[in-house]
């Protein structure tokens, strides 16, 4: 499964920089906003309340309590605040006024029939007003005051607060893009402070992992930060020394193998010449004596095969092995390494002529040797080996028809002293004929590999360089057309 796209820690650091700082300056501005907005209204509207308490009282005594269209117009003219339309009403008559009554909000007439002075801020005309409402009320003397049903209505027009309101919104965008413009540049300086380092660690630990284990990061200041550079220096000095004990102790395993492989080599040659000599006088000997003749023989010869491998490898370790080159015709060299073997009859071949490359071949018959002989001894027949050739690298394939390796067993056919099959007796090999086989193949800028047929079997498959200096030799990865 695929991971999902994110974005990177400097995406993010600069989103929640920029949005805390967003939502800090909408919060303020959007709270100053509304204040200060209440505030403009609320100025606006105490002193025309007052002016209208004041010009009811001007109203006073009333000539009739049931006035016609006339006398409404006067009382509507005597509120009239000069800031906006007035308007009286009496049961269904009204006074002559720019102001509809359709106007009036219902709420607004409900609560002046109450008898209580009330207001409500409304759009009319496109322009936002202050319409407030007022009951007449009579007062006689002694007597309790009661409502005359006339109701008067001011319209206060609030354009010129809305005009400052909006101006205030303006400017309050206007702070909040230069905070955005703010937050965005804190946040780059926070984020390059930050990610300096990250990426400072970041590429020491890359180069720790291609094998610089010289690699350290400076160590700045005391914050969390530096404890992780401190703990990153810590962990590469540790994993330098480690590695460099591992290697100490790695080159005195080598040097142990080969300064034992050739010592062994003396004793061997004098084994192996009393091995030829009891070899040749077991069919003489009694049975229990001639057959312990001939095992004799057999397991001489397998440590001589073991300690030659060892000696072997010991050069590929220490740098010293070498190419012997020639010209040579690969068919013909595959035809003579399985000959020599008595191999010619049980391998089935397919090489087409005139294929010549420049290669040492003492090396290519060791290789083919190991292989084809594996696929005697551990596959199933027909075994077979097929050579291909483009204008740069060779390929042989080396087949059988067994079960194939296990998935398992692929990753390590080339280990050194790996065996597929750890019951197999020790006569069957020492465990490095594979591994000798791809150091030579490696020696020659080529290489070896294995994988499993898809109807059974092994193939394993050595690709070489027709010639060791081709610059497209060395740098092809595919294999021959």
């Known amino acids: 499964m695929a991971p999902r796209p994110s974005l990177g820690l400097r995406a993010r650091l600069l989103f929640a920089f920029a949005l805390l700082c967003v939502v800090t300056a909408a919060a303020v501005a959007g709270g100053m906003y509304v204040q200060a907005r209440n505030d403009i209204l609320q100025r606006a509207q105490d002193p025309a309340l007052q002016v209208m308490r004041s010009r009811l009282e001007a109203l006073f005594p009333l000539r009739t ?54 207001w409500q801020r409304v759009m009319w005309r496109g322009r936002p007003f202050l319409i407030i409402g007022a009951p007449v009320l009579i007062a006689e003397g002694d007597r309790p005051t009661r409502a005359s049903g006339i109701e008067v209505y001011v319209a206060h027009s609030l354009h010129p607060e809305q005009h400052s309101i909006d101006r205030l919104a303006t400017r309050a965008w206007l702070i909040g893009g230069a905070v955005l413009v703010f937050a965005v540049v804190l946040a780059l300086l926070a984020t390059r402070g930050v990610l300096r380092p990250v990426r400072e660690l970041g590429r020491a630990a890359h180069l720790l992992g291609e094998g610089e284990l010289r690699t350290r990061i400076a160590v700045r200041g005391s914050d969390e930060l530096a404890d992780l550079a401190r703990t990153f220096n810590n962990t590469a000095a540790e994993l330098e020394r480690h590695v460099k004990q591992l290697r100490e102790m790695e080159a005195d395993a080598r040097r142990f193998v080969a300064d034992v492989s050739h010592e062994l080599r003396t004793p061997l040659a004098a084994l192996a010449a009393v091995a030829d000599v009891l070899d040749e006088e077991a069919a003489g000997l009694p049975e229990p004596a001639g057959r312990a003749a001939k095992l004799v023989s057999q397991e001489t010869l397998n440590l001589t095969g073991l300690v030659n491998d060892l000696i072997e490898i010991s050069r590929f370790d220490s740098g010293v092995a070498a190419l012997a080159l020639n010209e040579v015709d690969v068919a013909e060299l595959v035809r003579a390494t399985l000959r020599t073997r008595g191999w010619s009859e049980p391998v089935h071949t397919e090489l087409p002529p005139a294929v010549t490359a420049r290669l040492d071949p003492r090396r290519v018959d060791v290789i083919l040797a190991n292989l084809v002989g594996n696929a005697l001894r551990h596959g199933e027949p027909p075994v077979s ?33 790996y065996k597929a099959n750890a019951a197999r007796a020790r006569s069957e090999g020492s465990g490095l004929g594979l591994a000798i086989a791809r150091e030579n193949a490696r020696l020659h800028r080529g290489d070896l590999t ?8 092994a193939v394993f498959t050595l690709r070489l360089p027709r010639r060791e200096h081709d610059p497209d030799a060395q740098t092809n990865t595919g294999g021959p057309e």
């Open 385 to 417: 080996v097929k050579l291909s050739a483009d204008p740069h690298w060779i390929a042989l394939e080396v087949r059988d028809h067994g079960q194939g390796l296990d998935e398992a067993v692929l990753p390590h056919v080339f280990d050194r002293f």
């Open 450 to 457: 294995v994988a499993n047929a898809p109807d059974g079997g």
């Open 65 to 118: 309590p049931t006035p016609d269209a006339a006398e409404l117009g006067e009382i509507a003219r005597t509120v009239a605040d000069g800031n906006g339309p007035a308007i009286a009403v009496y049961r269904e008559a009204h006074s002559p006024s720019d102001l509809d009554p359709g106007v009036i909000p219902r709420p607004l007439r409900q609560a002046v029939a109450d008898g209580v002075i009330a």
